[in-house]
């Protein structure tokens, strides 16, 4: 059937398109009510269908004579290490696991969070929380410990899971510290933290609250699925919120294992005997549903991988990955084909190997530049697809569904709407706009399934953050235009999230912390381009009145508590002092005028603003720090 087609009936007649597609999910009991309407925004998919999502990733095919099929492969470039596990493997380690977590008193419904490196016990932990029905919330391990704080205490987790250590070019980076901080900057108080002793580094422990991976599993038992639920939750991840505080998008089960399964074949077109790669990390969204759940549902063998696309150990590694375990496609961000194109322009790397299985580059997270697609097309000689999606949704909103039907490639446009996104471009007073006009790109309700129901304990929130300003949509802070064609072009946000090297993040919390140093007044946080990682914060600080203190050793404090509270992952190494933020005479500070100014575009001295002559010392000022090169 063509694209056309398949989108107008997952819009025109959603519950039938999607009943039928959730034929294809493992249910204890097959969902009767498919969609339930009587309480918008609030929709819940397949509310009273009994499922569980780790049956579906892991027993449907050890049942079904897969168990000696590889289901992950893991492969740790930084150190040195490979280990593959078949379905029968992965299965009898969760249950285990499993087991282990109901000996700790975790019950269907706890929240769990796991605060781990990309090795498989990370991956186990997820899949045994999945099966007993604990709600975990993997937290990504660049945050540091007051972000983990924030996460433990609107999550009240029971129970922490993590590892000694991670590895990061040059640093091993140690968790329990980290975690031990984050308990005493919280206010609710984990009964435990578990964790995984690494061969290299040991964490030292405290016997009053941890326990090592290897001890729990002594006395534990192999532990049967938990019946759920269609609309229990599966998991909470935190996502960059408009404030400092982050949002817990929470996934319900039905739907996230109806919905993945199904754009294994029909958005990447895998099929289920075929090595898929996603090339991210678990605590991010892409993540969650392409190296863990979306593959596994799916029965295909997926690849977590430890390491960076260069330095681990040169430009090559994404290349022998793919060519070693003849991986057909490979997802990650633009920002990591970037950082390859830099270090190896002319391939070199890329030529050691025989990549005759690779069909299609995926990416996502971030606007590819037609540079990169353009080089990344020169030198793979395959399909370099661009897709748009976010946390809240959890599978493309839009993007080319090569196992439906491919269209050409529109160099900057993300591709035509993924069935079920019944996508709209409105103006700010909530009118359609026609093709080609710019304007905030919103989805009509309900959302497809696998989508958010809601925000954790936060309802309200959910409501008026994405379905209020336009009533009877879901607001995605984006904003751009779908041509004459129906190709959607993703332009830029419309709130303060900044995408740096592929991490959302939100300068808001950033100039939450800025705040708190004792000499700054004020201070605003913009994301300018990178040629790297696509954005980078820099922070514009007004002083206080009567500093004197030297400005250099002001910034260096302030980068360095960015570190400390929101983590290395922010990349905020930059930050001028102004004498003044510029501001309209309402008192709103220009963001944008600023990061027009520092991106070297041109701008419009906007009329409201209350000194103009501000604008010209922040513009000296980015010259003479060598952040605006003329
Ligand atoms: N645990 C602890 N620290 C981490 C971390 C983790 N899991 N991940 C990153 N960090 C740290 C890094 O060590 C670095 O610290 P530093 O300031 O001391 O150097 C900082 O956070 C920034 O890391 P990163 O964003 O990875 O930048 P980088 O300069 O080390 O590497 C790239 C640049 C482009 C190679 C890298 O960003 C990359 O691989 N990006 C792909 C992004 C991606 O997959 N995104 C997922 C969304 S699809
Ligand atoms: P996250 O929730 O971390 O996945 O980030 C989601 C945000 O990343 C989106 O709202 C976009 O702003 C941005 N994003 C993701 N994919 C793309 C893309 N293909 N093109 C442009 N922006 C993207």
């Not at 329990?176 to 900057?185: D, G, Q, R, S, Y």
């Not at 392409?290 to 681990?312: A, D």
């Not at 590694?317 to 997802?331: D, N, P």
């Not at 084909?337 to 690779?358: C, H, M, Q, V, W």
Request: hydrophobic share 40%.
């Amino acid at each position: 059937m063509s694209y056309k087609k398949i989108y107008e009936q997952s819009i025109k007649d959603k519950e039938n398109f999607w009943k039928k597609v959730s034929d294809d999910v493992f249910w204890y009991q097959k969902p009767e009510k498919i969609l339930n309407t009587e309480n918008p925004p609030f929709y819940k998919w397949f509310e009273d269908g009994v499922t569980n999502t780790c049956y579906n990733a892991l027993d449907f095919h050890v049942d079904n004579g897969l168990g000696d099929k590889v289901a992950l492969i893991w492969d740790s470039a930084i150190t040195n290490t490979k280990e593959k596990y078949t379905f029968n493997q992965l299965k009898e380690k969760v249950s285990l696991f499993a087991g282990a977590l109901k000996n700790q008193n975790i019950q269907k419904g706890d929240r769990v969070i796991i605060y781990m490196p990309m090795i498989p016990e990370a991956v186990i932990a997820m899949l045994a929380c999945a099966r007993i029905g604990a709600i975990h919330s993997v937290v990504f391990g660049g945050f540091a410990s007051n972000e983990l704080a924030n996460r433990i205490d609107d999550s009240k987790a029971k129970l922490i899971i993590s590892a000694s250590c991670g590895y990061e070019p040059g640093k091993t980076v140690e968790y329990k510290p980290l975690i031990n901080k984050a308990i005493e900057l919280a206010k609710h108080k984990p009964d435990r933290c578990i964790i995984f002793q690494r061969k290299n580094f040991k964490a030292t422990l405290d016997p009053k609250l941890d326990i090592e991976w290897d001890e729990v599993l002594k006395d534990a038992k192999p532990t049967e699925c938990e019946k759920m639920k269609g609309s229990d939750y599966a998991y909470i991840l935190y996502t960059s919120g408009t404030t400092g505080l982050p949002k817990g998008i929470v996934r319900d089960i039905g739907g996230h294992i109806v919905a993945l399964k199904w754009t294994m074949k029909n958005v990447y077109n895998i099929n289920p005997d075929d090595v898929w790669w996603s090339a991210s990390d678990i605590g991010w969204i892409v993540g969650h549903s392409y190296i863990v759940y979306g593959p596994l549902f799916y029965g295909c063998t997926t690849i977590l991988f430890e390491g960076k696309p260069v330095g681990t150990p040169d430009a090559g590694t994404f290349w022998r990955i793919v060519s070693e375990y003849k991986v057909k496609s490979l997802f990650t961000a633009p920002t990591a084909i970037r950082a390859i194109k830099k270090e190896d322009p002319n391939g070199e790397f890329f030529k050691k190997y025989d990549l005759s299985n690779f069909k299609c580059l995926f990416l996502a997270g971030e606007r590819a530049d037609p540079d990169t697609i353009k080089w990344a097309e020169k030198l793979l000689k395959v399909p370099v697809l661009d897709h748009w999606w976010q946390t809240e949704t959890s599978w493309a909103i839009s993007g080319n569904c090569t196992g439906i039907e491919s269209f050409p490639v529109k160099y900057g446009s993300a591709f035509k709407p993924v069935p079920g996104y019944n996508l709209k471009i409105l103006n700010s007073e909530g009118k359609e706009l026609e093709p080609g006009k710019m304007g905030d790109i919103v989805v009509k309700l309900p959302l497809p399934p696998g989508t958010f129901p809601t925000l954790w304990n936060a309802d309200e929130r959910y409501k008026l953050n994405y379905m209020t300003n336009y009533p009877g949509y879901y607001q995605t802070y984006d904003a751009g235009h779908i041509d004459e064609d129906g190709y959607v072009w993703i332009m830029s946000r419309t709130d303060d999230i900044i995408n740096v090297a592929g991490h959302r993040l939100s300068t808001g919390s950033i100039e939450e912390v800025l705040a708190e140093h004792k000499d700054v007044a004020e201070c605003a946080v913009i994301g300018i381009a990178d040629k790297l990682k696509g954005q980078l914060p820099i922070g514009l600080l007004a002083l206080k009145a009567g500093v004197t203190k030297d400005k250099k050793e002001i910034i260096s404090e302030c980068v360095a508590m960015v570190r400390e509270k929101v983590g290395p992952v922010a990349a905020f190494k930059t930050a001028i002092v102004v004498k003044r933020l510029p501001k309209t005479r309402s008192g709103k500070v220009l963001r944008g005028t600023v990061r027009k100014i520092a991106d070297n575009e041109t701008y419009k001295m906007p009329a409201t603003i209350d000194d103009p002559a501000i604008l010209d010392e922040i513009k000296k000022d980015l010259i003479d720090n060598n952040i605006l090169k003329l």
